[in-house]
């Protein structure tokens, strides 16, 4: 059975440092893995996909890689800034698009 | 803009009643899912369709229902509800089986 770990299980830090959310996951059989923001009272928002053949993917501020074989991805925010704070949430597709989602992580920037 | 929505947004009701939550989207996609996410236990898929006449069991499908009628719609019923029920349901949906994900608001029901 899938699992999916996310660490740490919350993070604060200063406006305008990098940091770097972790994604482990058990079975490196995976199409694709996603990551998402979750807002507080909200639905997910998707930030970015990484098919199962690539080994990273950008979107601004954003950047997410992944390593199958050893079941790593993470996601890494450059300047953080408050307005990222927020649930980030990975999430691996093990065949047709059914998601197994890690727990999150808590991000709080603080200004 | 395309969208996907969820209905009502809140609810609240009595164990044993029958209650079915909305989902419709307007992006045409083939794949829409039920999740559930409840603290300590993350996002569970609930149940899942491919296209118009199609639904499956996920990992927490029992005591629900879906049934899809239209490429637009899937709603989700619950049968006769439980206390367990209580959780926010989320709707997604996607173009394909390794395509992106789109999640509606979210339902936050409680069952009493």
């Known amino acids: 059975k899938q699992e999916v770990t996310q660490i740490p299980a919350a993070l604060s830090v200063p406006e305008g440092e990098n940091l770097v959310l972790n994604c482990s996951f058990t079975?490196?059989?995976?199409?694709?893995l996603q990551w998402f923001r979750q807002d507080p009272g909200k639905g997910l928002t998707s930030l970015l996909l990484?098919?199962?053949?690539?080994r990273e993917q950008t979107s601004g501020r954003l950047n997410a890689s992944l390593d199958k074989s050893s079941g790593r991805s993470t996601l890494y925010i450059a300047a953080s800034q408050p307005g990222d704070s927020a649930t980030y949430l990975c999430?691996?597709?093990?065949?047709?698009?059914?998601?197994?989602f890690g727990a999150g992580t808590i991000l709080r920037v603080k200004s | 803009d395309a969208e996907i929505t969820q209905s009502p947004r809140h609810k609240i009701t009595e164990t044993g009643r029958q209650v079915t939550l909305a989902c419709h989207q307007t992006?045409?996609?083939?794949?829409m899912f039920w999740y559930r996410q409840d603290l300590g236990h993350g996002l569970r898929l609930i149940h899942y369709?491919?296209?118009?006449?199609?639904?499956n069991k996920g990992e927490v499908s029992d005591g629900y229902s879906v049934s899809r009628s239209n490429t637009e719609d899937l709603p989700l019923t619950l049968e006769s509800a439980a206390s367990s029920q209580t959780s926010v349901y989320f709707c997604?949906?996607?173009?394909?089986?390794?395509?992106?994900?789109?999640f509606g608001p979210g339902t936050r029901l409680l069952v009493l």
């Open positions: 369709s491919y296209g118009v006449h199609d639904t």
């Open positions: 990484i098919q199962s053949s690539q």
């Open positions: 992006w045409n996609h083939n794949n």
């Open positions: 999430a691996v597709n093990r065949n047709g698009n059914k998601l197994v």
């Open positions: 079975d490196s059989a995976i199409y694709n």
């Open positions: 997604a949906s996607s173009a394909g089986a390794q395509e992106t994900q789109y």
